[in-house]
């Protein structure tokens, strides 16, 4: 039994309420350095995520040095896949023809997946170097992003990220100092 106050204030509802559930929205991150080292914590988030059941995928476009390439892929708890260019050491400004060539293989499969398979969580480890060296297309790269599954999370790391992919960021992290 309601109050007078209350009662007065009670209004009967005219039609039933309905729960709507919204598909979460994916977030676009930036994790920058002037420093190349902003891996490490990204990675930890990865691995993680993968750990309670998310669909990871981790691309790493400057390291080499493995015997990988993009159809040679680590699996890690069953559901993290991590890609590297097939190049025998970590990339610099100065890369050959056949670098270039597997970073851009790299990132054809990276596409796909995101594109296909739709991981819950993408991270493009050094992909503002990869552009800023170039050896990836950026507005390839911005439609990808653009265009991915909208509940898709997306981490990119490395110093160098270019003004418009930061302008697509929903979250900006700014690492100071190097602790290595």
């Known amino acids: ?10 209004r009967p509802s005219t039609a ?21 080292g902003s ?14 059941g998310s669909r990871v995928l981790i691309c790493q476009f400057l390291r080499g040095g493995v015997d990988q390439g993009p159809h040679q892929p680590v699996q890690m708890c069953g559901r993290l896949t991590w890609l590297r260019p097939a190049v ?16 851009q ?15 819950d969580l993408v991270v493009l480890d050094e992909l503002g170097l990869a552009l800023d060296y170039g050896l990836l297309d950026a507005n390839a790269v911005i439609s990808t992003l653009q265009t991915r ?14 003004e418009p992919v930061m302008a697509m960021a929903d979250q900006v992290t700014e690492l100071r100092r190097d602790r290595c």
């Open 1 to 10: 039994m309601l109050s007078r106050v209350a009662e007065r204030h009670h």
């Open 16 to 36: 039933p309420l309905r729960l709507v559930v919204r598909e979460p929205e994916g977030l676009l991150q930036v994790h920058t350095a002037s420093f190349r």
């Open 39 to 52: 891996f490490a914590s990204v990675f930890s988030e990865a691995l993680r995520s993968a750990g309670l």
């Open 88 to 103: 025998t050491s970590c990339l610099q400004a100065d890369h050959s023809a056949d670098d270039k060539q597997a970073v």
């Open 105 to 119: 293989e790299l990132w054809q499969e990276t596409q796909r997946q995101i594109l296909e398979e739709a991981p």
């Open 149 to 162: 599954p909208g509940r898709m999370d997306v981490i990119l790391t490395g110093p160098a990220v270019p």
